[in-house]
Nanobody, 121 residues
Framework: VQLQASGGGLVQAGGSLRLSCTAS????????MGWFRQAPGKEREGVAS????????YYADSVKGRFTISRDNAKNTAYLRMNSLKPEDTAVYYC???????????????WGQGTQVTVSS
């Protein structure tokens, strides 16, 4: 199973980025999708997730109101739109596919490679 994440980069505080994660159709059509992040010296944490149908989404308190997760089932792609970025959002971001389909609690059975997001102050 292959998940391909992209869209990371360097942005100034207050700026925006959109991350994308593409998976195989077999996985994407039945799995919830989630985004996780890991900052240096910290544990990996769940950021946002969305159910297999897209009907439910969940967010960490630290990103509510700033980040939006979505999915396009026709393109087998999940997105994380990140607005009003802060330096504390700096981390390696990972996408994951969750076989339960629910999206909560945030978890992953299959993982993509990380993409670096750096927010400068």
């Amino acid at each position: 199973v292959q998940l391909q994440a992209s869209g990371g980069g360097l942005v100034q505080a207050g700026g925006s980025l959109r991350l994308s994660c593409t998976a195989s159709e077999r996985i994407f059509s039945t799995h919830a999708m989630g985004w996780f992040r890991q900052a240096p010296g910290k544990e990996r944490e769940g950021v946002a997730s969305i159910s297999w149908s897209g009907g439910r989404s969940y967010y960490a308190d630290s990103v509510k109101g700033r980040f939006t997760i979505s999915r396009d089932n026709a393109k087998n792609t999940a997105y994380l739109r990140m607005n009003s970025l802060k330096p504390e959002d700096t981390a390696v971001y990972y996408c994951a596919a969750d076989s339960t389909g629910y999206g909560y609690p945030m978890r992953g059975d299959y993982w993509g490679q990380g993409t670096q997001v750096t927010v400068s102050s």
